[in-house]
């Protein structure tokens, strides 16, 4: 059977490291971004995960139902957040792996 697809739909993980002994800081400042996002407009998924082997890092997975419903939410400020409360706790810039997003549970159908 074939993957059931849209092709406008974009995924996203991004890996961010924290300054030394701020990744709770960052985990839970990404995570208010997230309660921000909630009711974004084509927003369809936006986890925040803590690495259980690297505790400064933080990954965040990110569907869209689009490239420019990602560039509207994540251009603003971030919800509540400023971008700028999430780029003081980086060690780093955020590394992006781009994704097309086939299904699976969990994710809404396209």
């Known amino acids: 059977m074939a993957a059931e ?3 406008e739909r974009v995924g996203r ?3 961010m490291v924290a300054q030394p002994g701020q990744g709770a800081a960052l985990a839970d400042t990404l995570l208010r971004v997230a309660t921000g ?3 974004a407009p084509g927003c ?3 986890v925040i995960n803590l690495s259980t082997d690297e ?7 990110e569907v869209w139902a689009d490239e420019a419903a990602s560039d509207r ?3 603003a400020d971030l919800g509540e957040v400023g971008i700028g409360e999430v780029l003081e706790l980086l060690a780093g810039p ?3 792996v781009d994704l097309r997003p086939l299904g699976g ?3 809404p159908s396209g």
Do not use: F, I, K, N
């Open 5 to 7: 697809q849209d092709p």
């Open 13 to 15: 993980y991004v890996r």
């Open 37 to 39: 996002l909630r009711d």
């Open 44 to 46: 369809e998924l936006y």
């Open 55 to 61: 505790p400064d890092t933080v990954w965040v997975t």
């Open 73 to 75: 939410a994540l251009s």
């Open 94 to 96: 955020p590394e992006l």
């Open 105 to 107: 549970a969990g994710l």
